[in-house]
């Protein structure tokens, strides 16, 4: 690099300017400098503007969209100011009209006069217009298992002829539509059934001369509401014929009854009637048998066994060493009560081998109920009269809730044993 010194002399002042040349490089030397990036002011500044203002309007667009409307902003003044002692309750996730609406259970205050099964005022004012319905029913062994049975309120279970039983059960608060086998009267289950003053379901009846057996005078005699075979018939199954395999319905009895005005609920005297035991109070085992005609006993064909269960308070049925079982519901027979009533028993000796049994007196009874055997005393004043129970204090029996079953074992020529207690 060459500096130029130019020097001029003037009057009272020396002035001297220096001036720096650049040399010019050569074409070899420009060649390899670097060139300048040049900045285009007309084409970047519109891009940065618009950049710009897309990025103010994006932001603006998330507060007011985003934030604002979604969560609107309140004044101090909007903003409620809660005591700390309440807690700020969490919105339901549904609504107060979709929950179910319990429906109030009617109370159940109603009791039955006939086993003490309590009902509500609504089905008892149903069952008022409905009358007992009384139906014999067949225990020869080819007539097992019997229909209906564990649907009955009272059973009577005594002996016919030949050493063969026979029930007589009583229904009211549930009506089978098949009942059976049904087999015909005697004297003795007439003068039971009375005080129920019911519907009469049976096939035949004992016609003698002697009042004391004369079953069939004796049902005109007493204005017995004879339903007898109305709406009967016959079941073939293969392994049941005649005269075992006759059948009748509870159903049918009362709708036959209304067109002869035999609806409504006849007076009964009402025997006492409490809740189950608790379970700590019951007993835990008991099993007893009853023979009805140790002479004549049919190898034991209708001998009965009785076993306590605690879970239910209930006793289990079995008839000549096999379990009885109610065919409609295939459940084995039970009751909550057992009654077994010793009562005098007397040969007729007629051509047909009927008995004479006393109903009308008093007598010994033994009483299965909650687990325990105790006994007392029967007492039937009439034949319109029902049959009255006593403890041995001379109290009347409270019974259990539920199926009474009535078994009327004769006094000399029956036994009671108890196997397990």
Same mark, same amino acid.
């Given at each position: 690099?060459?500096?130029?010194?130019?020097?001029?002399?003037?009057?009272?002042?020396?002035?001297?300017?220096?001036?720096?040349?650049?040399?010019?490089?050569?074409?070899?030397?420009?060649?390899?400098?670097?060139?300048?990036?040049?900045?285009?002011?007309?084409?970047?500044?519109?891009?940065?503007?618009?950049?710009?203002?897309?990025?103010?309007?994006?932001?603006?667009?998330?507060? &007011?969209?985003? +934030? !604002?409307?979604?969560?609107?902003? #309140? %004044?101090?003044?909007?903003?409620? *100011?809660?005591?700390?002692? $309440?807690?700020?309750?969490?919105?339901?996730?549904?609504?107060?009209?979709?929950?179910?609406?319990?429906?109030?259970?009617?109370?159940?205050?109603?009791?039955?006069?006939?086993?003490?099964?309590?009902?509500?005022?609504?089905?008892?004012?149903?069952?008022?217009?409905?009358?007992?319905?009384?139906?014999?029913?067949?225990?020869?062994?080819?007539?097992?298992?019997?229909?209906?049975?564990?649907?009955?309120?009272?059973?009577?279970?005594?002996?016919?002829?030949?050493?063969?039983?026979? &029930?007589?059960? +009583? !229904?009211?608060?549930?009506?089978? #539509? %098949?009942?059976?086998?049904?087999? *015909?009267?005697?004297?003795? $289950?007439?003068?039971?059934?009375?005080?129920?003053?019911?519907?009469?379901?049976?096939?035949?009846?004992?016609?003698?001369?002697?009042?004391?057996?004369?079953?069939?005078?004796?049902?005109?005699?007493?204005?017995?509401?004879?339903?007898?075979?109305?709406?009967?018939?016959?079941?073939?199954?293969?392994?049941?014929?005649?005269?075992?395999?006759?059948?009748?319905?509870?159903?049918?009895?009362?709708?036959?009854?209304?067109?002869?005005?035999?609806?409504?609920?006849?007076?009964?005297?009402?025997?006492?009637?409490?809740?189950?035991?608790?379970?700590?109070?019951?007993?835990?085992?008991?099993?007893?048998?009853?023979?009805?005609?140790?002479?004549?006993?049919?190898?034991?064909?209708?001998?009965?066994?009785?076993?306590?269960?605690?879970?239910?308070?209930?006793?289990?049925?079995?008839?000549?060493?096999?379990?009885?079982?109610?065919?409609?519901?295939?459940?084995?027979?039970?009751?909550?009560?057992?009654?077994?009533?010793?009562?005098?028993?007397?040969?007729?000796?007629?051509?047909?081998?009927?008995?004479?049994?006393?109903?009308?007196?008093?007598?010994?009874?033994?009483?299965?109920?909650?687990?325990?055997?105790?006994?007392?005393?029967?007492?039937?004043?009439?034949?319109?009269?029902?049959?009255?129970?006593?403890?041995?204090?001379?109290?009347?029996?409270?019974?259990?809730?539920?199926?009474?079953?009535?078994?009327?074992?004769?006094?000399?020529?029956?036994?009671?044993?108890?196997?397990?207690?």
């Amino acid at each position: 690099m060459a500096k130029e010194l130019n020097m001029t002399d003037k009057v009272g002042k020396i002035e001297i300017k220096m001036e720096e040349t650049t040399p010019i490089p050569s074409e070899d030397i420009k060649s390899e400098l670097p060139k300048k990036k040049i900045f285009n002011k007309k084409i970047w500044l519109p891009i940065l503007i618009t950049f710009a203002v897309l990025l103010a309007l994006g932001t603006a667009s998330f507060y &007011y969209f985003g +934030i !604002y409307k979604v969560k609107p902003y #309140k %004044k101090p003044s909007q903003v409620i *100011s809660l005591n700390s002692e $309440y807690l700020i309750p969490q919105a339901l996730a549904f609504e107060f009209s979709a929950l179910p609406i319990p429906t109030p259970t009617e109370p159940r205050t109603e009791q039955s006069t006939l086993n003490g099964i309590l009902f509500t005022k609504t089905e008892m004012k149903l069952l008022q217009t409905k009358r007992p319905v009384a139906v014999m029913t067949n225990n020869h062994v080819d007539a097992r298992p019997q229909s209906g049975l564990n649907s009955a309120d009272v059973v009577y279970e005594a002996l016919a002829e030949s050493g063969i039983t026979r &029930y007589m059960a +009583i !229904y009211w608060s549930q009506a089978p #539509k %098949k009942v059976g086998p049904i087999r *015909s009267s005697r004297q003795y $289950y007439i003068e039971w059934l009375s005080p129920y003053d019911p519907l009469y379901i049976y096939d035949g009846c004992a016609d003698t001369e002697n009042p004391k057996t004369d079953a069939c005078d004796n049902l005109y005699k007493y204005d017995i509401k004879k339903i007898a075979t109305i709406g009967a018939w016959r079941w073939n199954d293969g392994r049941r014929y005649a005269p075992h395999n006759e059948y009748s319905s509870v159903t049918a009895a009362w709708e036959y009854a209304q067109k002869l005005n035999w609806g409504g609920m006849p007076k009964i005297e009402a025997w006492k009637f409490k809740p189950d035991a608790k379970v700590e109070e019951r007993g835990t085992r008991t099993k007893v048998k009853v023979t009805f005609y140790e002479r004549l006993n049919n190898r034991g064909a209708y001998d009965t066994v009785w076993t306590y269960d605690s879970t239910t308070n209930s006793y289990l049925k079995e008839t000549g060493g096999k379990i009885d079982i109610d065919q409609e519901t295939n459940t084995q027979l039970f009751s909550k009560n057992v009654i077994i009533q010793e009562v005098t028993m007397t040969p007729t000796y007629d051509e047909k081998g009927r008995v004479i049994i006393d109903t009308i007196g008093e007598g010994k009874s033994i009483y299965l109920i909650d687990g325990k055997i105790t006994e007392g005393r029967w007492k039937k004043i009439a034949r319109t009269d029902r049959t009255t129970y006593y403890d041995k204090d001379g109290n009347e029996v409270q019974f259990n809730r539920g199926r009474v079953w009535i078994t009327a074992m004769p006094r000399s020529q029956g036994k009671f044993a108890i196997i397990e207690q």
